[in-house]
């Protein structure tokens, strides 16, 4: 499965796409889309938008996931940040991909282990689960964690999905032997 990984920013919002065969990750890409500081709000979320549609439509993710903003102090700056994070949903949606959200201490308890490691921790970790990714910037490591995040989530999803059926067919089997024997 191929996944996006996104960390929303105004001023530049992450990407990681990454593979998931088996349990194995495997780097795809990851960078950045950036928007112009000075430029009105409604200009920089068309920039996000078309941005991210790029990346999606150059790696073809089958799924996304996207990192929850918390609120911060300044209501201004969370206002700006969730616009931003709207993009961020919207444009995989818009391209046919489920999208999921993890809030931040989900994702860096599910890569480093612990809800509140810190950035350096949270990037160390993704070099050392994504080998061969070389050096990479803080927000493309974000994403990248989120996308390892939501593979683990996917992974775990499919094990207990695997495991209901077999229990189903286990149960089955049982009630025709039963069945059988009572005749």
């Known amino acids: 499965m191929r996944i996006l990984g996104l960390d929303p920013g105004l001023r530049r919002t992450g990407w990681g796409v990454i593979e998931s065969v088996r349990g194995r990750l495997r780097p795809v890409a990851c960078g950045t889309v950036a928007s112009a500081d000075g ?38 700056s969370t206002l700006r940040l969730g616009t931003a994070r709207g993009v961020a949903l919207l444009v995989p949606a818009l391209a046919g991909l489920p999208v999921a959200e993890y809030g931040a201490n989900h994702i860096k308890k599910a890569v480093v282990g612990a809800g509140h490691a810190g950035k350096e921790q949270v990037q160390a970790m993704v070099l050392r689960l ?54």
């Open 39 to 76: 430029a009105p709000l409604a200009e920089r979320l068309v920039a996000l938008h078309d941005g991210l549609s790029a990346v999606i439509a150059e790696y073809g993710p089958q799924t996304a996931a996207v990192e929850e903003t918390f609120v911060n102090r300044n209501p201004t």
């Open 130 to 183: 994504l080998p061969g990714l070389g050096a990479v910037g803080s927000d493309a490591a974000d994403a990248l964690a989120v996308a390892i995040c939501h593979a683990h989530h996917c992974e775990t999803q499919a094990a207990v999905a695997a495991g209901q059926r077999a229990d189903l067919s286990a149960m089955a089997a049982g009630m025709a032997v039963r069945r059988r024997s009572s005749r």
